[in-house]
């Protein structure tokens, strides 16, 4: 069921799909909107969870602001939502923006977060490869196209939107490895091998989780989520799944309990 909800004073559009199991939050990425992720990997998750999504302020059916785009806002938005609509813990799925996002909710307020998914995302600014987002690019014509056909804003804000994102993108987030060191929650870290986000920088938050695991998939970009939905979907699924940590034959990283 989708609807408008009052999140911290602002109408935010938000699906609950319900399902049989723990919530799950599907959290959308920049200049990109909940359906990207409740088409492609929402489906196989319903089978086994509550799936939710919400459109953050400034995408998809969620109206903007005057006010600026920074991810600690995204993180608050988010929050509430785990307050308001959730009602409390649930796990996190993130993509790019929304990955970004699940990091800070975990570092903000941990005993909201169960298990993390995070999905072509860093952890800082400079982790990721130089590519183009002028408003011509083929990309950001199509999600200045996805944009149109849902923002109560007008086709005219898009502009808008599009100079405030790619500020951020420019400028935020500033964590560090020691920032990210402080997750105590076990993280499943997914990119596909050919990711604007960096290997290098996703290997460096990785080895920074106390409790991280890593799936490099190959022939995928950062749409990931959309190129291989299954193999997305059932990693996501086992691992939610799982018993912590892992158990394996050779273990280095988790030859020791992490701390917490």
Do not use: C
Request: aromatic share 6%.
């Amino acid at each position: 069921m989708a609807e408008l909800v009052d999140i911290a004073g602002h109408p935010t559009w938000v699906e609950d799909r319900g399902g049989p199991g723990e919530p799950l939050l599907l959290l959308h990425g920049g200049l990109s909107n909940s359906d990207d992720l409740l088409r492609s990997i929402g489906p196989g998750l319903s089978e086994r969870f509550r799936v939710v999504a919400f459109d953050r302020r400034g995408h998809g059916y969620t109206a903007d602001t005057d006010a600026e785009f920074h991810y600690a806002d995204m993180a608050t938005e988010t929050v509430r939502v785990l307050e308001d609509v959730i009602g409390g813990r649930a796990h996190l799925v993130g993509w790019s923006d929304g990955g970004i996002v699940g990091l800070l909710v975990a570092l903000r307020r941990p005993e909201l977060v169960s298990k993390l998914v995070v999905i072509g995302t860093n952890y800082h600014y400079n982790g990721t490869v130089p590519f183009e987002m002028d408003q011509d690019s083929p990309i950001a014509q199509e999600l200045g196209k996805a944009y149109i056909e849902r923002s109560p804003d007008g086709p005219e804000h898009l502009e808008v939107v599009f100079g405030k994102s790619v500020a951020m993108f420019t400028s935020e987030p500033e964590l560090t490895t020691t920032d990210i060191a402080h997750i105590t929650q076990p993280v499943l870290v997914m990119v596909g091998d050919d990711d604007v986000v960096t290997l290098p920088h996703t290997l460096s938050l990785y080895e920074a989780l106390p409790q991280g695991q890593l799936a490099v998939i190959p022939g995928a970009s950062h749409g990931l989520p959309l190129e291989q939905p299954e193999v997305v979907t059932g990693l996501i699924a086992n691992f939610l799944a799982a018993e912590e940590p892992p158990r394996t034959f050779m273990p280095v990283r988790r030859a020791k309990p992490a701390e917490g």
